[in-house]
């Protein structure tokens, strides 16, 4: 089963690429964020004509979330108790049996700011929905843009990043809540290395200068870490023209 994750900052811009890359690499699932568009106007038709079931939950203009899968998405949750936001950040779907948790975590703009609480607050009411959907369902998968690099080998230059927004020990520790709950992450189980990057600024040429931060993470259970055959990050999307900032990042499991 090979799962996916992919900020396309606007499928608007980039649905094009979208049926490429399903088409190419084949996913059983791959998780949308930064959609950017309302659901009424969200490109249904041509992802089911490529083969794929998708669920989406969307706004205009920001965020908005998608998981489109080989097998019918079930159990659909686009809001989760005690969290009242507006924002489209958060789609849960059962695929094949497996809890899919899809998140766009927020970014949280600068630490000491409004917007960095609100990512600590959001953070924390997601890590319990998360506690709580382990209960229920044996196979999780936690997947997305976390907007958090989870330590030092994450991120292209660590001294200038040092407690900087993504970077911060704030948020490394609430993503060390999260994986707290007896989740693993995919792409650490398999690489030790630095230096491997998801994500690049299109300012000052950032891709081609290795400008980069991994902050997009497949995260699995402990049980489905067991069946983990690969784990890697996608970079060919990123150097297509007109490309999100972020490129495809895979697990593959033997299930």
Known sequence: MKISSWNVNSLNVRLEHVLQWLEVAQPDVLALQETKMTDDVF???????????????????????????????????????????????????????????????????????????????????????????????????????????PDDRDVHDPTKWHEKILCTTEERNALNDILDLGLQDSFRLLHDESGLFSWWDYRMNGFARGLGLRIDLVLCTDEMSEALTAAYIDIEPRAWDRPSDHTPVVAEFDW
Do not use: C
Not at 51 to 79: L, M, R
Not at 106 to 111: D, E, Q
Not at 126 to 146: C, H, P
């Open 43 to 149: 490109p249904k038709a041509a992802i089911e004509a490529a083969g794929y079931h998708v669920v989406f939950s969307g706004q205009k203009t920001y965020n908005g979330v998608a998981i489109i899968a080989k097998e019918k998405p079930t159990n659909i949750i686009t809001d989760i108790p005690d969290l009242d936001d507006p924002q489209r950040r958060i789609l849960a779907a059962t695929v094949d049996d497996v809890r899919v948790i899809n998140l766009y975590v927020v970014n949280g703009s600068a630490p000491g700011t409004d917007k960095f609480t609100y990512k600590l607050n959001w953070l924390e009411k997601v890590t319990a929905f998360i506690e709580q959907q382990m209960t229920k369902y044996d196979d999780v998968v936690v997947l997305g843009d976390f907007n958090i690099a």
